[in-house]
C-alpha cells in the first residue's frame, strides 16, 4: 500500500527548497507574521513548529541545532522570547490563514502567524 509524502516540494530542488524554508522560518520568528503563498505556507508550518519545540528545551544541544537553520538572531529570539511563551503548550505554535488571492498571478495566499 502507497503511504502520502509528506513532504512538501514547492517547485524547487532540495537545496532550494531547504533556503526558501530556512529564509521565511527566520522572517517568520523575527516579524511574528508573513504573507505568502498558501503551498509555501503548508509546507513552512511543521519546519517551524519544530524548531520551536526544540527551542523549548532550552539545552546547549538544541541550540545548536536550531542554529543549523536558522541565524543568530532568529535563533536567540526563539529562544529568548518566543520558546517561554510557550511553555504550557503542547503544539500548535502557527497558524494559516487564507487570504484574498494575489491579483498579478491569481495564486492563492496566506498568512502564517506565531499563535500567542
Do not use: W
Not at 509528506?6 to 524547487?12: A, D, S, T, Y
Not at 532550494?16 to 522560518?25: G, H, I, T
Not at 507574521?33 to 539545552?59: D, N, Y
Amino acid at each position: 500500500m502507497n503511504k502520502g509524502n509528506k513532504l512538501h516540494k514547492i517547485g524547487r530542488n532540495r537545496e532550494q527548497r531547504k533556503a526558501l524554508l530556512r529564509s521565511l522560518a527566520n522572517d517568520l520568528i523575527i516579524r511574528g507574521s508573513l504573507t505568502t503563498t498558501e503551498a509555501k505556507a503548508k509546507a513552512l508550518q511543521p519546519f517551524v513548529e519544530r524548531m520551536v519545540t526544540h527551542s523549548k528545551k532550552g539545552s546547549v544541544a538544541s541550540r545548536r541545532y536550531v542554529l543549523r537553520f536558522l541565524t543568530k538572531g532568529a535563533t536567540h529570539k526563539l529562544f529568548e522570547d518566543i520558546a517561554p511563551t510557550y511553555s504550557e503548550r503542547v503544539g500548535g505554535y502557527t497558524r494559516i490563514i487564507k487570504a484574498p488571492v494575489r491579483m498579478s498571478d491569481v495564486s492563492k495566499m496566506a498568512i502564517i502567524e506565531l499563535v500567542k
